[in-house]
């Protein structure tokens, strides 16, 4: 069974907010990391949408009392690593409440108090703990979720497969617009984007799909950095990445700047606004900018080759699903461009360990959210009924993509130990349980 990341001493950040809004883990008297004493008289409002994670709290720093928003990180560092200090919305952060300040705060510091929560809980940091995995599975017997706990394989796989079929069926509709290798590498820009940005890199493809890229650039689409410039111009998110943040060879630098003069003599502009990505509350890995020189390495391996047929090509083979999963991760898994990284430090100031196109969590999201479906509806359209049976029968036998802590509210509020162990492990199962929450979410009477 995968181990639970919190009891390796990982947890999630919104175990900070919890504690923030639960007055007996806290002292009144709170201390900033620079000796202020501080009082909390209104804690504020939470935001769910992107920008800080409390609005409009009140509070006395040293007897003076301040109206502002309240930032939570497990480290000060993540302020830098998640944008926030370019990103307006956070302008009017009073104060910074962190898990603990081993690295130096250096001129955060100046701009508004810490608070290190860490050595400041009511409680020992053990106990801390066992109250943050209390409250997980508390949250989730408290969802209006009451069929939940009763719930069988055999509704799962059922609702697994209705959702494979409705991603079938989008492609299709797709399809009547683009052909298959733009539609592939469009649904691949999907989860290239994650959840918050998903939305965001499917327009920005569906706009200007790949083969319109190649034609469009031209000679001016040499390298994956070249591309990835090019797709960060349409992307709206120039702005986000300027001429502060070139290398300090000169050599890229000067390629950096012709290409994006290029780019605007053609006539290229962007395609989205800043405003329609999200920033914050991203691991540096998952940020829009670095994403998309992920996808940018990929995009260009294939330039002139069709990515579609290559991987179609291998599942006609027929093999053991591990034994096709291994071939599809061979080919998608690319080494990132030298220049490319030499880039990437400059936009991140802690950049992924894996200078690789796609980790393989994210692989396995790829293969059942993408390439799946889209083999399957093309062997509908070709009428290969046994290519199709086989692909349904890869779909569940695929090693779970969700992270232990991403279902563990789930597996809590389930009676079944047999289905857990499922949940945990088959992204089947994980996929008939994400159609679950979203026919209750649309309120539809499925089990009337």
Same mark, same amino acid.
């Given at each position: 069974?995968?181990q ?9 950040? #919104?175990?900070?907010?919890?504690? #923030? ?5 806290l002292p ?18 939470q935001?769910?949408n ?5 609005l ?7 007897g003076v009392?301040?109206?502002g928003? /309240?930032?939570?990180?497990i480290?000060a560092?993540?302020?830098y ?6 990103? =307006? ?30 050595h400041?809980?009511?409680i020992?940091?053990? =106990?801390?703990?066992?109250r ?14 009451? =069929? ?11 609702l ?12 299709a509709n ?23 940005n998903?939305g ?7 706009s200007?799909p790949?083969s319109?890229i190649?034609?469009?650039?031209g ?18 998110l120039?702005?986000?990445w300027?001429?502060?943040?070139l290398p300090?060879?000169a ?6 700047r012709?290409s ?67 071939l599809?991760?061979?080919k998608?898994?690319?080494p ?18 894996a ?7 994210r692989?396995?999201?790829? /293969? ?6 889209l ?9 290969n ?12 036998e ?20 047999e ?16 159609e ?13």
């Open positions: 069974m995968p639970d990341k919190t009891e390796k001493g990982r947890f999630p950040e #919104y175990w900070l907010y919890w504690t #923030y809004q639960l007055a007996d883990l009144e008297q709170l201390y900033t990391t620079d000796g202020r004493r501080v009082q909390i008289l209104e804690r504020g409002v935001n769910r992107n920008g800080p994670d409390f409009n709290a009140v509070i006395y720093i040293d009392c301040q109206r928003d /309240v930032e939570f990180h480290h560092t993540d302020w690593r998640h944008g926030h200090d370019e990103d =307006a919305r956070y302008r009017n952060v009073i104060l910074h409440l962190i898990w603990d300040s081993r690295r130096p705060l250096s001129a955060l510091e100046q701009r508004f108090p810490h608070i290190e929560l860490k400041q809980l009511r020992d940091e053990a =106990a801390w703990r066992v943050m995995r209390s409250l997980e599975g508390e949250a989730s017997l408290a969802s209006p979720l009451p =069929a939940l706990a009763n719930i069988d394989s055999g509704l799962l796989a059922r697994a497969e209705q959702r494979f079929q409705r991603k079938a069926d989008r492609f797709w399809l009547s617009y683009h052909s298959a290798e733009d539609v592939l590498f469009i649904s691949f820009a999907e989860v290239f984007g994650y959840k918050l998903k965001a890199f499917r327009q920005l493809l569906w200007c790949p319109q190649h034609r469009q650039g000679a001016g689409l040499n390298s994956p950095l070249q591309l990835w410039l090019y797709l960060v111009l349409r992307s709206g120039l702005p986000r300027s001429d502060r943040f300090n060879n050599q890229h630098t000067f390629l950096i012709k994006l003069q290029a780019f605007h003599e053609s006539g290229h502009t962007a395609l989205l606004k800043q405003s329609d990505w999200h920033f914050s509350r991203l691991r540096p890995a998952n940020a829009p900018l670095w994403r998309l020189a992920a996808f940018s390495q990929l995009l260009f391996a294939f330039r002139d080759r069709s990515l579609f047929s290559e991987l179609l090509e291998i599942a006609m083979q027929r093999l053991p699903a591990g034994n096709l999963l291994q599809w991760r061979k998608l898994k690319l990132m461009d030298r220049t490319l990284i030499t880039v990437f430090p400059l936009l991140a100031q802690h950049p992924p360990g200078a690789h196109t796609i980790g393989e969590s692989f396995r999201h790829l /293969v059942v959210n993408a390439l799946l479906p083999l399957y509806i093309w062997a509908e359209k070709t009428g009924k046994g290519f199709r049976i086989y692909l349904q029968s890869v779909y569940e695929i090693p779970g993509a969700q992270s232990f802590q991403q279902i563990n509210s789930t597996i809590a509020a389930l009676k079944n130990e289905l857990a162990k499922l949940l945990r492990s088959q992204a089947f199962y994980q996929q008939g349980i994400l679950f929450y979203a026919l209750h979410q649309r309120q539809t009477p499925f089990f009337s």
